[in-house]
């Protein structure tokens, strides 16, 4: 048998022949491009490519004529996946002429083109190559930073680059390039060296040769080497020498081959990032000769290179004049240029910096050209020499920075330089192999002389460099690596094609279809070879076939051997046999196991390598062997097993194992053909074989009988040792397929026997011993391999699916340890497989002489490692050895043993470190690398903090990669601690864990949430995708793009929405409804009506800043239009005729730019529409610009809202002065603002620069005066405040201070509406210095707060200090102020610029210089109004201190006024001589009003109720005073102020919750027009209306400092009189609340249906001074409070599963989610309905299965599981195995059980555990019918018993009762009782004497074994050579036997069942 094998194993067999052609070539012909390429064929050759006459580079071009075909090349490669998942295709590059074209495909996916390119000249080169996007130019970037995929296509002047995203870069070449590499870091050129250039005998100065380029956007640079000289000093210089060739460039080691033509030798390099150190070697100039002449030549060189980058002539050399320059000074130069000097090429400098268009001719000058010759004589360049020398303008250059070398080569390895060595030697192929071992060669081809030198290379220990080994040759005349298999395919010159691993041969490829050379051609070379050189072949055969390379390398030129082609066909003509000619001529193209021949008549062939062995246990076998044996033998072991399995016509899938066996028996020494249950596996095998192909002669036995007659025939022929016959060819056709066919064929019917009964019959036969032959391969190593292959069973075991794999392996591990004499083993398969493992069987003496050379490694254990039992002890709390394992074959038992020592026996550092406590590692002496990769692999991140230990676990798990279809494979009871971990974690997980863990635990929601949160911001979940026409009949108000299905769960009772909607449009004309009186005439009536029109239009105009605050960030525009902008609609219609009335019919007088500033707040309110994750470029703002002037307000107000929501930073600088030019005003003030806000707190200098353009104050006294308008002067100083907000930057602090007071200047500029610039001054004054208080750093002197109470109380200006002297020598002539401040102007600014300052500082005695004054005298002298400023900038500093209810607002009020204010409502006033009522009043409303301000502020956005009842009370109140009789004397102007201030402080408390009472406040304001009612009032009113429903209800306000400054400048309470008004207060800072804003509305969307849904959420806020801890439960979607009030937010069960958000861990998380439309997934829990279903919780199904619990399961009817569970593995499981029909009988029993088992699954939540039951219930009626054939079964229920008593769960349940996975089941007592029954039943029917037997030693029935194996494994009885030696009859009592069992850890009831038996008592004792 064993011969027949060999004999059968000669040949390898390739699979899949395809023809070959590559695909780009089809595809060319039906490119549009292909009319070019027809006409360019008739073009000669030399015009197509440039010629090059350097010898024989496999890039470079040679001149070819052309064949009838096009040039063409091609290249493939192993596709590349996306994402990591291992894909199986090629991908072809091919070109021809213009064209590149990228295809990808395999034999199972169709080729397709990817991408086509065409380029403008012919194409010389295509390649792949990633570059690395990282301006860190260390090494250590390279292994994080993002790569970008590009494909480059070389062309004679330019190089194109096209990245997968389609980004494209062109660079132009400075230079010939002969070839292009990629590298690790980027591209790679050679400099091609023209046949114009200098002889390389006469003397010149050398130019680099090599360049590099990191980046398409980086210059190219030179690329520096470094070599070690003879004297040991290395040496740097750039790369000059043209004898330099590279061969070959890879990249992972990043190396380069090269050959020196001169010497005839290959070289290794390593390339890598230049050092500094060596990057100034080189750049530094050179004392000895950096003459003026030295750097002169070089400018003229740079003149040329100039030139030629500009494209005059590329075909010629640049260097042409060069060499001229040097013609007449040759004499004079010394002799030492030889010594090959570096020097630089000046290339196009093009950093990333500029753009690919610019800059690519921008050479800078000449000392970028430094010569660093070693040792230059300065006589050596005479500049009067040269005849064409135009370098004297340029020679003085400004200072400009040399071009610095990225790259380095250093220099690793040179081949011996032997004596004889041919001219042309390079190499025309080079590729790196590795053997089966892992050993790596670098392997190349040497044509000429017909042999591939292989160079075996390792890493050094520490990693750092490359070693290179001997060199072995191999005769060949071609050669290909095949990575898939570690292998490489060898041409030999015979024509042969040979497998080599290394340098290790395997055998030859066989290629069906294709006679094998040796058969038809006797001569070595192949015949057409001796003709060629008489046909007119230009070169002897060696150097045509030298020069090519097409695998590794594609030459542009096809290849040369293409050229023969032509005269093969004519030689093969006259040839008698046509196929005589067709042998292989060369091997090209491999990717992963495919491989194309090219065959000598052109045609092309691909073959698949066949892999090493195609069923997994095959596999992990091998592994685990090779793993174990030193690595000559595990390749010899390896060859001989691939040259049997691969042989021709080898075998099938299945009987793979047993040719393994057979194979792998045979080297160990057995005779496999003698030994019963291997014999047998040929007959079933061949007999299968048989069957299978069709019985003979069908049509489907064609393949069989090819088989059949390829063996005997062709195989002796081939291997036949010598010419005269022996016996062993008789065996051999004894042995052979065809025989074994016939044979079997014969016998069919008599044969088909089971194996176990035809081992029976033969085992007479085989009585005598058989001994093992110890003089194989493996003898030694049987034990070592027997181990190995025990833990890999062992490993098969914890996979489910490997069952058939064990049943065989076992019978192989039986055998082994029989003969090992290893009776532990024995009986430890037994117990596992009763029925496969006989207690006797055939063994294999091993000759004891023979032992001792066996070698039994130091990890053998005489005990069996068992992984059951091992988990088993861990459960029972029992110590355990370490478990061994073989890394990277038993992965899974170390996932087991380290997840049960975490879970189980809760070390938490098990999986921390690579714990040795747990797992012993088996190797044989430790390869260092693996260690390091192993630790890494497993290196635990704390990716989170994780509490608890199940937590742990399931992290950890994720972390090493186990999914749940690991899990599913697992046996059900080592899975149960992992599922019962993943169950405690589903209940309460965190919410910031990554989407593996969670997909692992089984919750969706949170997986999508995290898979959510990896997203780019874009289009959420929730955004409304409302198609924009919908509404186009109507016209279009700005308010249809809102998330109606968000906001209709939020405000589901009403219609109060609609009713927002409604008051804010302003597109449709508005009622104008006037009674005509008949006194009126019909023109007295048109003006009543447009009076009437006039005054609803103030209304009109106010409301736009309210709608933009109800839209806000709701809407993501469609980049390809412009944004819709509702016009603002400014007519009326008068009923009954509805007639239209306008205001333009000239009746009445209509302020003139009334419109203006409405116009703007309408483009504010539609640009603020727009969300900030919205995808927006500077194009887009760009072209949303109006066509019309009138237009242009709108636009202005677009740009501001652009920069509030942040998209303005993306328009480019260019714009922003473009549109400053205009001087348009308000683009000027949008602009200024939304910039400034975009950079908020930045300090941004180039806004700076544009804001202090702006402001006088801001530019030198001297500069000319700049006419800016005021209002941009405000915008531009608030900007100032905003830019350097927070930041407390001195000198702006400065200016913005004496801007405060700035006086009015002489010219009467600076005199109107100094207050608006006054308060901006100060509100800027503020955001600078915001919330910093008394510590101001190094402002001491500016006496800050000083000056600013000076500014509010008034008194003598002070003298200007500084650069601001100048500017106001002269007073005004208008207004006379005096040396006194004006308070009017200064004292808002000042006022609120201190409560800025000293915002919640508590600052209680800057707080007292703002209280309100409490005499008469001093309130005379205050404006009431600034009264509110001080009251609410003292609350302000007091923040602690205010208190949500009317008392607190009252206590502000002094006592003066409490005493003496009127009540409103009386009808007498008081008089009183020296109290000014007026005066009094007026103060008390104001005081009120500021104080409802500040708890505005204070609780902004809270909800908070009793500030909101405080608010309301106060609102009501002014509302009661504004009709009161006597208000004329507070003033009805002064109470509508106050009343607006209150209302915004209300709808601030209230901001995003649409609060109703608020919303019939603003109604009801609404409705009142005319009167004191003015624009200011109207604005006010629906500004609260809008902060009510601010974003859609999406929105809520926020109370840190930033945004308390923002709703300062927005709620300013000053009002504007009418549209046109910003003297007191710009009106474009009203939007500034934008920046106050901040997402807080969380929405739960139902994971599975994917809509918004309710849920209840518990919040939980943190304790602080006023209260504790508390709990709030909120039903969601709803908003949430401010972030840092909150410890955490839980959504609560029962309906949905819960998930926690902790906010203590910070609260980045949630803000993320926030910001994403706040979409928060829930999963809803088995038998639970949504809330809006089921309001009250009475109709879900746990609610009605009340009754109890027998007939709740019982009354479980199948249909209702849909309720339940989407699963489909469910629903049908309830379909098929729980519904009853019609005549049950017994078998209702089990359906009721099912059912039972199936509601429990579902209604606990874990339906992974219907399987587990069944398998249980299953496994305890085979037990019951004595039909286990396995004992795996039972194990696993013995586990889960013991998980369950197991210390680590009862202790959890006492921490959880009622959670957990079997819990609340009568299930497992039930399992428990039946098995107990089952084994004692047994007993007593004669079991007990089976037992005895066993423990005694004695024959055991046959019938009775597997109950007896069952009975061992329950109850854990210990093997016999464990039971103490005392003998077992020795015992009295059962004490004195549970004294001697207790070492052997036996349990107690296990004893007592075996008591009777030990105690000699006949009787069974069952419990």
């Known amino acids: 048998m064993s011969n027949f094998y060999e004999e059968r194993a000669t040949m390898i067999a390739a699979r899949d022949l395809q023809e070959f052609v590559p695909f780009g070539r089809d595809h060319c012909k039906h490119h549009p491009n292909a009319l070019n390429l027809q006409l360019r064929q008739l073009q000669p050759a030399s015009e197509l490519w440039s010629s090059d006459g350097a010898a024989g580079l496999v890039g470079s071009l040679q001149e070819v004529t052309i064949h009838e075909k096009q040039k063409e090349s091609w290249q493939l490669r192993k596709g590349v996946s996306e994402i990591g998942e291992d894909v199986d295709y090629d991908e072809e590059l091919y070109v021809a002429g213009n064209m590149v074209i990228w295809s990808k495909g395999s034999k199972s996916q169709a080729l397709a083109v990817y991408k086509a390119f065409t380029v403008d000249s012919p194409v010389q080169q295509a390649l792949w190559c990633d570059f690395i996007i990282s301006q860190d130019k260390s090494e250590k970037a390279y292994s994080s930073n993002e790569v970008e995929k590009c494909i480059c296509i070389l062309q004679s002047s330019c190089i194109n680059m096209h990245s997968i995203e389609g980004k494209d870069y062109i660079a132009s070449l400075p230079f010939q390039v002969a070839n292009v590499w990629p590298t690790k870091y980027g591209l790679l050129f050679e400099r091609s060296a023209s046949s114009h250039e200098v002889p390389p005998g006469s003397p010149r100065e050398p130019l680099p040769t090599m360049f590099s380029m990191l980046h398409p956007l980086d210059e190219i640079t030179p690329l520096v080497c470094k070599s070690g000289s003879l004297f040991g000093s290395s040496r740097v210089q750039y790369v000059i020498d043209h004898a330099m060739k590279i061969v070959f460039l890879n990249t992972d080691p990043s190396i380069v081959m090269t050959y020196d033509a001169v010497q005839n030798v290959h070289s290794v390099w390593t390339l890598r990032r230049v050092k500094s150190e060596e990057e100034n070697v080189v750049l530094k100039f050179s004392e000895q000769g950096g003459t003026p002449q030295n750097v002169a030549t070089s400018s003229s060189l740079t003149a040329h290179l100039r030139s030629l980058s500009k494209g005059d002539s590329p075909v010629t050399s640049p260097f042409q004049n060069y060499s001229s320059i040097h013609s007449q000074s040759r004499s004079t130069s010394s002799p030492s240029l030889h010594s090959r000097s570096p020097s630089i090429s000046n290339m196009a400098a093009l950093s990333r910096a500029h753009s690919p268009a610019l800059g690519v001719h921008s050479f800078s000058g000449v000392q970028r050209f430094n010569i660093s010759s070693h040792n230059q004589s300065p006589k050596r360049h005479s500049i009067s020499h040269s005849p064409n020398s135009n370098s004297n303008g340029s020679f003085l250059a400004p200072e400009t920075e040399p071009i610095v070398p990225e790259l380095c080569i250093d220099h690793l390895w040179t081949e ?96 069906p279809g294709l006679p094998a050379p040796s058969l038809t051609m006797s001569n070595t070379m192949p015949r057409p070879s001796t003709p060629l050189d008489g046909v007119s072949t230009p070169k002897p055969l060696s150097k045509l076939l030298g020069s090519l390379d097409e695998v590794v390398l594609l030459s542009p030129v096809p290849e040369l051997r293409d050229s023969s082609k032509l005269h093969d066909s004519l030689y093969n003509e006259d040839c008698t046999f046509q196929q005589l000619g067709t042998y292989i001529h060369s091997i090209r193209d491999p990717v992963h196991n495919r491989v194309t021949l090219e065959l000598s008549n052109g045609s092309m062939v691909r073959i698949t390598i066949p892999e090493i062995a195609t069923s997994e246990l095959v596999q992990t076998c091998l592994q685990a062997i090779k793993f174990i044996l030193p690595k000559e033998i595990a390749v010899q072991m390896l060859v001989k097993w691939y040259n049997v399995h691969s042989a021709p016509g080898g075998p099938s899938y299945h009987s793979e194992w047993n040719l393994f066996v057979t194979c792998l028996m045979n080297m160990m020494g057995y005779n496999t053909d003698r030994l019963a249950w291997t014999r047998n596996f040929k007959d079933c095998h061949w007999l299968t074989a048989f069957q299978s192909s069709g019985r003979g002669k069908e049509p489907g036995g064609a393949k069989f009988d090819f088989e059949g007659s390829l063996s005997p025939v062709i195989a002796p022929k081939k291997a036949r040792p010598s010419e005269t016959g022996s016996d062993d060819d008789w065996e051999y056709l004894l042995n052979s397929d065809y025989h074994q066919n016939v044979e079997s064929h014969l016998l069919n019917r008599s044969l088909c026997l089971s194996p176990s009964e035809a081992s029976q019959m033969k085992d007479e036969d085989f009585s005598q011993n058989l001994s093992l032959d110890s003089s194989t391969l493996l003898f030694t190593h049987i034990p070592a391999i027997f181990f190995v292959l025990h833990l890999v069973y062992e490993e098969l075991k914890l996979n489910t699916l490997m069952g058939e794999g064990i049943c065989s392996l076992v019978e192989l591990l039986v055998q082994l340890a029989r003969d090992l004499k290893l009776g532990p083993y024995v009986d430890h398969y037994y117990r596992d497989y009763p029925t496969l493992v006989r207690t006797t069987g055939q063994v294999c003496t091993v000759d004891p002489g023979q032992t001792g050379f066996m070698h039994h490694p130091s990890f053998f254990t005489s005990e069996p490692p068992s992984i059951y039992q091992w988990v088993s002890s861990c459960l029972k709390g029992e110590g355990m050895p370490p478990y061994p394992y073989l890394p990277g074959i038993c992965e899974r038992s170390r996932l087991v043993v380290l997840s049960i020592a975490l879970y189980i026996l809760g070390d938490e550092s098990s999986v921390s470190d690579e714990s040795l406590q747990y797992l012993t590692r088996i190797t044989i002496a430790p390869p260092k690398l693996q260690v390091e990769q192993e630790e890494n692999r497993f290196s635990f991140r704390h990716s989170t903090s994780v509490s608890s230990l199940a937590e742990r676990l399931v992290v950890w798990m994720t972390n090493v990669g186990f999914t749940l279809r690991d899990l599913e494979t697992l046996p059900f009871g080592i899975a149960l601690p992992i599922r019962d971990a993943i169950y ?70 009403d219609l109060r929405v609609q009713d927002v909607r409604r008051l804010l449009q302003s597109a449709h004309p508005v009622r104008v409804n006037v009674v005509q009186y008949p006194e009126l005439s019909d023109h007295e009536f048109i003006e009543e009506k447009e009076n009437r029109l006039l005054q609803l239009c103030q209304r009109t105009m106010a409301l736009p800043v309210g709608r933009g605050m109800f839209t806000l960030f709701s809407y993501h525009p469609v980049p390809t239009e412009p944004l819709p902008i509702p016009k603002l609609n400014l007519t009326g219609r008068a009923p009954p005729r509805n007639t239209t009335v306008d205001l333009n019919s000239g009746n009445i007088d209509v302020p003139p730019n009334m419109t203006s500033w409405a116009s703007f707040h309408n483009g504010v309110a539609a640009g603020l529409k727009i969300a900030p994750a919205s995808q927006i470029d500077s194009a887009w703002i760009v072209y949303n610009k109006p066509k019309h002037a009138e237009l242009a307000n709108e636009y202005a107000g677009f740009l501001m809202a652009l920069g509030l929501n942040g998209h303005l930073t993306k328009l480019a600088t260019l714009n922003i002065h473009d549109y400053l030019t205009k001087g348009h005003e308000m683009t000027s003030i949008g602009l200024l603002l939304g910039v400034s806000a975009a950079k908020l707190g930045t300090m941004d200098m180039s806004i700076t620069r544009l804001l202090s353009i702006h402001i ?213 006033l008081p008089c009183s001589e020296d109290l000014n009522l007026e005066t009094l009043s007026q103060a008390h409303v104001y005081i009120i009003a500021g104080a409802c301000l500040s708890l505005g502020f204070r609780f902004a956005g809270s909800e908070n109720l009793s500030a909101f009842n405080c608010l309301h009370k106060f609102a009501k109140d002014f509302m009661t005073y504004l009709s009161a009789p006597n208000a004329s004397v507070t003033g009805p102007y002064n109470l509508e102020t106050c009343l607006s201030v209150v209302l915004l402080s209300l709808a601030m408390v209230m901001a995003g919750s649409g609060n109703l009472k608020v919303l019939q406040l603003c109604r009801f304001l609404h409705m009142k027009t005319g009167g004191e009612m003015n624009y200011g009032f109207h604005l006010a009113h629906h500004m609260a209306l809008g902060l009510l429903f601010l974003g859609g209800g999406r929105y809520s306000l926020s109370t840190s400092n930033s945004s308390i400054a923002a709703l300062l400048c927005a709620l300013y309470p000053h009002f504007p009189a009418h549209s046109t008004d910003n003297r007191y207060h710009l009106q474009a800072l009203r939007h500034l609340y934008v920046l106050a804003a901040e997402p807080r509305l969380l929405v739960p969307v139902d994971v599975d249906t994917n809509t918004p849904c309710y849920a209840l959420l518990e919040v939980t806020y943190k304790g602080t001074q006023w209260y504790e801890q508390t709990k709030e439960e909120l039903m969601a979607p709803t908003l949430l409070p401010e972030l840092h009030l909150l410890k955490q937010i839980k959504v609560k069960g029962p309906r949905y599963w819960e998930l926690l958000i902790d906010l203590s861990k910070g609260t980045q998380h949630l803000k993320s989610i926030l910001s994403k439309d706040g979409v928060l997934y829930v999963k809803l829990r088995a038998g639970q309905l949504s809330y809006k279903e089921d309001p009250m919780g009475w109709q879900s199904l746990l609610a009605q299965t009340v009754a109890n619990r027998n007939s709740e399961a019982r009354a479980f009817k199948p249909e209702t599981i849909s309720a339940f569970t989407s699963d489909p593995a469910l629903l049908s499981f309830a379909e098929y195995f729980c519904k009853p029909t019609v005549n049950m009988g017994q078998k209702q029993e089990i359906l009721d059980l099912f059912s039972s088992v199936l509601y429990e699954c579902v209604t606990q939540e874990t339906p992974e555990m219907l399987p587990a039951y069944i398998a249980m219930d299953q496994a305890i009626r085979r037990l019951g019918r004595r039909e286990m054939s396995e004992t795996s079964e039972l194990w696993q229920i013995k586990l889960v018993l013991e998980f369950f008593s197991s210390r680590s769960h009862q202790e959890r349940l006492q921490n959880h009762p009622k959670r957990g996975l079997f819990m609340n089941s009568e299930f497992l007592p039930v399992v428990k009782c039946t098995i107990d029954n089952t084994l004692d039943q047994w007993l007593q029917v004669g079991g007990d004497m089976c037992v005895h037997a066993y423990l005694s030693g004695q024959p055991l029935e046959e019938s009775q074994l597997s109950m007896l194996a069952c009975f061992l494994v329950y109850h854990s009885v210990p093997a016999p050579r464990h039971l103490p030696p005392i003998g077992l009859e020795g015992s009295t009592s059962f004490a004195e036997l549970l004294f001697k069992f207790k070492q052997l850890k036996m349990p107690v009831r296990a004893l007592l069942r075996l008591a009777p038996l030990l105690l000699g008592n006949p009787q069974p004792m069952v419990m």
């Open 416 to 511: 011996t330089i032997t004596n004889i060595r041919e001219k042309n030697s390079q190499a025309s192929k080079v590729f790196i192999t590795s053997d089966l071992c892992g050993q790596k060669f670098l392997c190349f081809l040497v044509e000429s002389q017909l042999q591939l030198r292989c160079v075996k290379f390792q890493e050094s220990n520490d990693k750092t460099q490359l070693i290179f080994g001997s060199v072995t040759n191999i005769p060949a005349k071609d050669a290909a690596p095949v990575e898939k298999i570690d292998t490489m395919l060898v041409l030999e010159g015979s024509g042969n094609l040979v497998l080599y691993t290394g340098v290790v041969r395997v055998g030859k490829v066989f290629i």
């Open 984 to 1053: 405690h974690c589903r209940e309460q997980p965190a919410s910031d864990w990554p989407e593996a863990v969670c997909l692992l635990i089984g919750r969706q929601d949170l997986s999508k949430q995290a898979c959510e949160g990896n997203l780019p911001k874009g289009k959420s979940v929730l955004s409304s995708d409302v198609p924009s026409g919908t509404e186009t009949e109507e016209e279009d108000d700005g308010m249809n793009d809102m998330n109606h299905e968000v906001m209709s769960l939020i405000w589901s009772e």
């Open 1256 to 1468: 006088p104050a801001l530019l030198p006294p001297t500069s000319t005066e700049l006419d800016v308008p005021h209002n941009v002067q405000v915008a531009a100083v608030v900007g100032i405040g905003l830019v350097y907000q927070g930041t407390a930057h001195r000198h702006t602090a400065e200016v913005l201070l004496a801007e405060i007071g700035r006086p009015p200047g002489p010219e009467m500029e600076y005199c109107t509406d100094r207050e608006s610039y006054s308060l901006a001054a100060g509100l800027a004054l503020g955001m600078v210095c915001l919330g910093h208080g008394s510590n101001l750093i190094g402002m001491s002197d500016l006496n800050v707060p000083e000056q600013l109470y000076q500014y509010m109380v008034g008194g003598h200006r002070r003298f200007q200090t500084g650069m601001l002297r100048e500017k106001h020598k002269s007073p005004s002539y208008q207004i006379k102020e005096g040396d006194t401040i004006n308070v009017d102007v200064t004292c808002p600014g000042a006022t609120l610029a201190l409560a800025m300052i000293y915002l919640k500082t508590n600052n209680r005695s800057i707080a007292d210089w703002l209280r309100a004054p409490d005499t008469m005298y001093l309130l005379d002298f205050v404006k009431p109004e600034f009264l509110l400023l001080r009251t609410l900038a003292r609350c302000l500093i007091l923040w602690d201190d205010i208190l949500p209810n009317s008392k607190w607002v009252d206590s502000n009020v002094p006592q003066i006024i409490r005493e003496n204010s009127i009540s409103l409502s009386e009808i007498e």
